[in-house]
């Protein structure tokens, strides 16, 4: 027998058992004598102990769906959290009373009645990602509800932060799948908020929980600036993004119309420039761009404009051949014409140029290239002149 087909099964059995004894058994919500919470909070911890491994594999079932979503449109968040409810967690909120009537308590069934059994927090970087997470949210599951933590708070009276949540079920196609079926009446939680909201609600939750009083009025005032503050910041950041993306596009922009004078050395332009210099390259990942850009602009090079002059007349397909070097991939082949473009400068003014091996591979190659009778250049960017004379 399967995990999941043990679980369909230890759930069935279980809800077999609720409806022939029910919560009732542990004391009558409506009777005049007083409600014994103490029983109805040991019952439901006994009968969440049965199924929390169920709930346990429903977060990570979660946690992965969306995190395959994400990276399919993707959305770039810091991290994903799943976790299902602990039992000390489980029985605290089960013993809660009416707020209506403090002799009943707030859940008569908490198995079915407390929604967030299994949960999944979603963290992102800035706020303008929330949107995107919403419609990824939408897309995979179905909502049940979705409620905006900062109105709740803020209709209270209470000081808070910003945290959208959702109670989500499968969707019937998805869990009409045999590896979803145990699932299918499952509710959880998903709830999604900025670094800076989850830093705020942390340091929050563990000051108010360890307190054994009511906060004290000052507390709650500075927590409640340190909110506007953070949400502040959060705006603070989204706009620095929204800017740094529109610079980067101006510059992508650039170099595909071949205003290279103008093109920042970026790791997005950089592979823009070098996929039409020398073809794409779909080995080739974002950080290897982002680690070339970084070392160009330690040597001195400013804009793509300097590193076209570098390399222009060089052949990269004829310096592998004399290399003997012939299936390498575009940054290596890059190398090799800004070492040819450059001399013994390139050696000079990269950032390895104390590591031994580098130093000699560099001389290793002019050498080999000077043998070929491949004429090698001693180009510097423009800020280096002064400083590295020929």
Not at 62 to 89: D, M, P, W, Y
Not at 136 to 162: P, S
Not at 187 to 203: D, F, G, K, S
Request: aromatic letters at 10%; hydrophobic letters at 35%.
């Amino acid at each position: 027998m399967t995990k999941h087909a043990a679980s369909h099964e230890r759930w069935a059995f279980y809800d077999a058992i609720r409806r022939e004894t029910g919560m009732h058994m542990h004391g009558n919500p409506r009777s005049t004598r007083s409600f014994d919470f103490d029983h109805h909070k040991e019952a439901a911890v006994r009968q969440y102990r049965f199924v929390k491994g169920l709930y346990e594999e429903f977060a990570e079932v979660l946690r992965h769906i969306l995190g395959e979503a994400f990276n399919e449109a993707a959305v770039k968040i810091h991290s994903i959290e799943a976790r299902a409810k602990t039992l000390t967690s489980f029985g605290q909120k089960a013993a809660r009373p009416s707020v209506a009537d403090p002799n009943r308590p707030r859940y008569r069934d908490p198995l079915s009645e407390i929604t967030d059994l299994a949960g999944v927090r979603v963290i992102t970087f800035f706020p303008k990602t929330l949107k995107e997470v919403d419609r990824v949210i939408h897309a995979e599951f179905r909502v049940i509800e979705k409620k905006d933590q900062h109105h709740y708070h803020h209709t209270r009276g209470r000081f808070g932060y910003r945290s959208v949540h959702y109670l989500v079920r499968m969707k019937p196609e998805r869990a009409a799948l045999p590896e979803y079926r145990c699932f299918a009446k499952l509710t959880a939680e998903i709830q999604v908020r900025t670094i800076l909201q989850h830093a705020w609600a942390e340091m929050e939750h563990d000051i108010r929980y360890k307190s054994t009083e009511v906060i004290p009025a000052s507390i709650r005032n500075r927590f409640e600036d340190l909110a506007h503050m953070i949400e502040a910041a959060d705006r603070e950041f989204q706009a620095i993004q929204n800017e740094d993306q529109m610079l980067r596009d101006a510059a992508l922009r650039n170099v595909l119309q071949g205003n290279l004078d103008d093109a920042d050395i970026l790791p997005d332009t950089l592979k823009s420039y070098l996929d039409g210099r020398f073809g794409p390259d779909r080995r080739m990942t974002w950080y290897s761009y982002d680690f070339v850009a970084d070392t160009l602009k330690k040597m001195g090079f400013v804009t793509l404009q300097e590193v076209d002059e570098c390399i222009a007349g060089y052949d990269a397909d004829q310096i592998c051949r004399a290399l003997r070097d012939f299936r390498q991939g575009q940054l290596r082949r890059f190398e090799y014409t800004l070492i040819a473009g450059m001399g013994d400068g390139y050696a000079r003014l990269h950032p390895w140029i104390r590591e031994q091996k580098f130093s000699q591979r560099c001389a290793n190659i002019l050498k080999t290239l000077h043998r070929k009778n491949i004429a090698t250049g001693s180009y510097l960017p423009r800020v280096m002149r002064r400083t590295h004379p020929q």
